[in-house]
């Protein structure tokens, strides 16, 4: 019953930036998975689903790429939401961006790590 909900999303012109978030429901705290990864992942048409950013359970993030030094992954435990800081947005980063989570470690880029998923929320980058 795990359900995640990402919002945010929306059309900005190239530089621009975009704040994207996850409000996490519906889960039961268990003493055997107490650690919990979260994370951002994208994909464009014609295109595999990859890996953006994913925060522990301690706050380390881990970014691709492509977006370090202009995405910045942060979560607030108390209120479960999960938040995405998108700045210097390029047309490449257009893509349907996912919300995704999993008990415990590793915490990666790994898409088939992750067992919860949102339905996504559209970002288009124009230039």
């Known amino acids: 019953q795990v359900q995640l909900v990402e919002s945010g999303g929306g059309s900005v012109q190239a530089g621009g930036s975009l704040r994207l978030s996850c409000a996490a429901s519906g889960y039961t705290y268990s003493s055997s998975y107490n650690s919990v990864c979260m994370g951002w992942f994208r994909q464009a048409p014609g295109k595999e689903r990859e890996g953006v950013a994913t925060?522990?359970?301690?706050?380390?993030?881990t970014y691709a790429d492509p977006v370090k030094g202009r995405f910045t992954i942060s979560k607030d435990s108390a209120k479960n939401t999960l938040n995405l800081q998108m700045n210097s947005l390029k047309p490449e980063d257009t893509a349907m961006y996912y919300c995704?989570?999993?008990?415990?470690?590793?915490?990666?880029?790994?898409?088939?790590?992750?067992?919860?998923w949102g339905q996504g929320t559209q970002v288009t980058v124009s230039s």
């Open positions: 995704a989570a999993k008990w415990g470690f590793p915490c990666r880029l790994v898409k088939a790590d992750f067992g919860y």
């Open positions: 925060i522990d359970t301690y706050g380390s993030p």
